[in-house]
């Protein structure tokens, strides 16, 4: 005689959500492939991470175009702010994605950002400011300007150098406007955004 085996339902609940788990986990990895050197997130943090978007620079034939790619996060409860420093220093990392590339200078860092009632505040290292000509310039610009107001893209954004207000990036003398807004961004520079909101 073959004996029967059973399974209780709290055990089948629990190879169930398991099972659920994993799938998920692949799913993440595959759309969002782990740079080299990085840890493998486990399914209990790939649940806890939002989504939010990252933007990039892409050549489209002689035109740069800002893209955003879709990563996740975790999110802190009640610091909007780390949020958003948190979407700025994976940007400041580089692409893992070969079809796209960045603007913004190797060794640049965040120093700080603030959520006030006027705006979104972004301070950077001076390593920001340094070569490429005018539309490697915009293109930086806007890579930190759409990547910081991914969450809230009509919020205002002020970008500061070391403490300071930036007025002029570059030395072509490229104007910033303080604050700017996507909007405000888009009507000074001919450098089109391919816009998908999470």
Do not use: C
């Not at 782990?34 to 997130?41: A, K, T």
């Not at 400041?92 to 060794?107: K, M, R, Y």
């Not at 979104?120 to 490697?136: C, N, Q, R």
């Not at 310039?137 to 919020?155: H, I």
């Amino acid at each position: 005689m073959v004996a029967k085996v059973t399974r209780s339902r709290p055990a089948l609940i629990v190879l169930a959500v398991i099972g659920v788990a994993s799938a998920g986990t692949a799913a993440w990895l595959t759309l969002n492939p782990p740079r080299q050197g990085d840890p493998v997130p486990n399914p209990a943090e790939v649940a806890q991470q939002q989504e939010t978007q990252i933007f990039w620079v892409k050549n489209e034939g002689n035109t740069l175009v800002l893209v955003p790619s879709t990563v996740r996060i975790n999110p802190p409860a009640t610091r909007p702010e780390l949020f958003i420093q948190s979407r700025l220093e994976r940007l400041l990392a580089g692409p893992a994605n070969q079809d796209v590339t960045t603007s913004i200078p190797q060794n640049t860092r965040v120093n700080r950002v603030e959520v006030k009632a006027d705006g979104i505040h972004v301070d950077l290292s001076p390593e920001f400011t340094k070569g490429g000509g005018s539309a490697s310039m915009q293109a930086r610009l806007g890579q930190v300007l759409y990547t910081a107001t991914a969450s809230d893209p009509s919020a205002p954004v002020w970008i500061s150098i070391g403490g300071e207000p930036l007025r002029v990036l570059g030395g072509e003398g490229l104007e910033v406007t303080q604050p700017m807004t996507r909007r405000d961004f888009q009507a000074a520079f001919a450098l089109p955004a391919q816009e998908s909101h999470p």
